[in-house]
């Protein structure tokens, strides 16, 4: 699949200027076959076989400077990994055999990481040159993939068990959206609010007259074929509307009243959306150690 290029052309009208680091405009898509090994056949029966991972891996991270000024988010390290490559890994783990990764922000780093993808995987890439802008321009750009079919589409800064994806991907629902309910609002969280076992609303802001249960959204949504379309006219929606100053959450806000988006609960787990140098620490500290007990050797 080639780089896919942002339109309509009023939503990219003023590329933004790249950071010092050296950033690919056009990015060649990477392969990783493992049909010589069987692989094919072993995907058939794992629940992720037919999805492609969307990851988000594009914006500047201001938040983390100076250690991001010249690197991405998700290449920061932790246990001894960058972030990214921990994800592909997890992914791998439960049958995901497509990933797509959309890069701005150092992008060369990116793609020279994904060289170490696990056997069998496959690994394109999506140039985002507006990656200065909200996320929802990121996740407008992969719409190719969005309405080709079903996909997880993910934050690539989070440290997360497996067992994450493994409640994701197995879960029966063809829309869902991992939650943890024991947060703490802090108002960084993007909040889910849930009525009768479904999503009813998301935001850092927003609040539903009724709701039964609220928890922090963690950047993981799986979003059915059925879904992507409509998503994809939400978020040209959203970015529009915006001037392209938006997350990719307000789309999903307004999706939740058109499809039927379940939430999955991960209360209890360790993980961390990587934001300020802090989250790195307690990373590193606390969440690592918990996830590598968690999973063992």
């Known amino acids: 699949m080639p780089p896919l290029r942002l339109g ?11 950071p010092p680091c050296r950033t690919a405009r056009h990015v060649r898509p990477l392969h990783f076959f493992g049909q010589e090994h069987g692989y094919d056949t072993i995907l058939a029966f794992m629940p992720g076989h037919d999805v492609t991972a969307i990851i988000l891996a594009a914006g500047v991270a201001r938040r983390l400077a100076p250690l991001t000024d010249r690197t991405q988010k998700s290449l920061l390290p932790v246990g001894g990994r960058p972030i990214l490559a921990w994800m592909m890994a997890a992914l791998h783990a439960v049958g995901v055999p497509r990933v797509v990764i959309v890069v701005g922000h150092c992008a060369d780093q990116v793609t020279a990481l994904s060289a170490s993808a696990p056997p069998g995987m496959v690994v394109q890439f999506i140039d985002n040159p507006a990656y200065r802008l909200g996320s929802a321009v ?11 079919g079903p996909t997880l589409i993910m934050d690539a800064d989070v440290v997360f068990p497996r067992e994450f994806l493994r409640r994701l991907v197995g879960s ?19 909040k889910v609010y849930t009525k009768s076992d479904r999503v009813i609303a998301l935001g850092k802001k927003v609040v539903p007259e009724a709701w039964d249960r609220v928890g922090e959204g963690i950047g993981f949504f799986k979003c059915s074929a059925e879904a992507g379309p409509e998503l ?7 970015i529009e509307e915006s001037h392209r100053l938006c997350e990719y959450e307000d789309a999903l806000h307004l999706l939740v009243s058109r499809q039927h988006v379940q939430p999955v609960d991960v209360t209890g787990l360790p993980w961390t959306e990587v934001d300020f140098v802090e989250d790195l620490r307690r990373a590193q500290a606390e969440v690592f150690p918990a996830i590598a007990r968690l999973e063992g050797p």
Do not use: C, M, Q, W
Request: hydrophobic residues 45%; charged residues 20%; aromatic residues 4%.
């Open 8 to 18: 309509p052309a009023s939503l990219l009208s003023h590329p933004p200027v790249h």
């Open 138 to 148: 990121s996740l407008y750009s992969s719409r190719d993939v969005i309405v080709g």
């Open 172 to 190: 029966a629902a063809p829309n869902a959206l991992l939650v943890d309910g024991g947060f703490a609002d802090t108002g960084e969280e993007v």
């Open 232 to 238: 994809v006219r939400l978020l040209e929606k959203v």
